[in-house]
């Protein structure tokens, strides 16, 4: 029932445009509206400096093995001090400067009449000003429209025999810098780095969150008993110093979305 609603929400906006990041829910969505409407389905990838390159080079893989179009664009959201001093409405303005660039594309490609993103039901439970912009930008929701959440997202990737059916939650490097701290290039590929050092270590599931000189390593918890051990906690210690942190610590909750909205009073935070 809910992939006959989605069908029939990206039929209603088609020809389209889809912001893609390469993420379960935009890849689906991509994929899904390619599927429903072929060739009236264009996928944009806003690259800037809070896009991994790592990241960036496997949605344009996957664009690629499942013949879905795709472009990259760039985004300018850097040139926002709004957005670079990094107060909990980062989100929005990060998302204003996105539709605003798509907007353009919009009116660039008269053969296009809709913008559309990947947001799920289950945001709707965590602290995402972004959706504030996609409202004002007028940008269609269609996950979101057809009840979809993240569970039933990835079970209809698996049944599509989509590879990102199980990729990790992923997120912008912006969101792992603690609210208030400036948002910069430098501590952008500094946490880049981090992270890359983490996955080249074996771990799956992780973010590198950033408090000043403070780095603070989220695992997942089954992740956790590897990362526990003196060896590797040696090691750990060693790359995060060389990428610039004078401190290395491992969060024992391990792993989770949004950690950072922890602090946030909770009217925000839901």
């Known amino acids: ?61 996957f664009a690629a093995a499942h013949a879905i179009p795709c472009e990259t664009i760039a985004t300018d959201e850097m040139d926002d001090p709004d957005y670079r001093r990094n107060g909990v409405d980062r989100c929005y303005h990060c998302k204003d400067a996105l539709f605003r660039r798509m907007e353009q594309e919009l009116e660039r490609r008269p053969q296009f ?75 952008l590929a500094q946490i880049e780095a981090g992270e890359e050092a983490l996955y080249g270590l074996g771990f799956r599931q992780v973010r590198v969150r950033c408090h000043g000189p403070i780095a603070r390593l989220e695992i997942a918890r089954a992740e956790l008993p590897r990362a526990l051990d003196l060896d590797m906690a040696d090691r750990l210690t060693r790359v995060f110093k060389q990428l610039g942190f004078q401190y290395v610590t491992l969060d024992l909750q391990g792993f989770r979305s949004g950690a950072l909205n922890e602090i946030l009073p909770l009217p925000l935070s839901r």
């Not at 390619?34 to 009236?40: L, M, N, R, T």
């Not at 429209?145 to 569970?151: I, R, V």
């Not at 990102?164 to 290039?185: F, N």
């Open 113 to 187: 009449r809709t913008l559309a993103y990947g947001v799920n039901a289950d945001d709707q439970i965590d602290f995402r000003p972004g959706h504030r912009a996609a409202a004002e930008h007028g940008v269609r929701a269609p996950l979101l429209e057809a009840g979809l959440g993240k569970q039933a997202i990835r079970e209809r990737a698996r049944q599509a025999g989509l590879e990102v059916w199980d990729r990790p939650a992923a997120a912008c490097l912006a969101s792992r810098i603690a609210y208030g701290e400036q948002v910069t290039p430098a501590r």
């Open 1 to 61: 029932m809910e992939l006959e609603a989605l069908n029939v929400i990206v039929r209603a906006c088609a020809p389209l445009l889809v912001a893609y990041s390469g993420g379960v829910d935009s890849a689906y969505l991509a994929y899904a509206a390619q599927q429903a409407a072929p060739g009236e389905v264009l996928a944009l990838i806003a690259d800037s400096p809070s896009l991994p390159r790592s990241a960036l080079r496997a949605a344009l893989a």
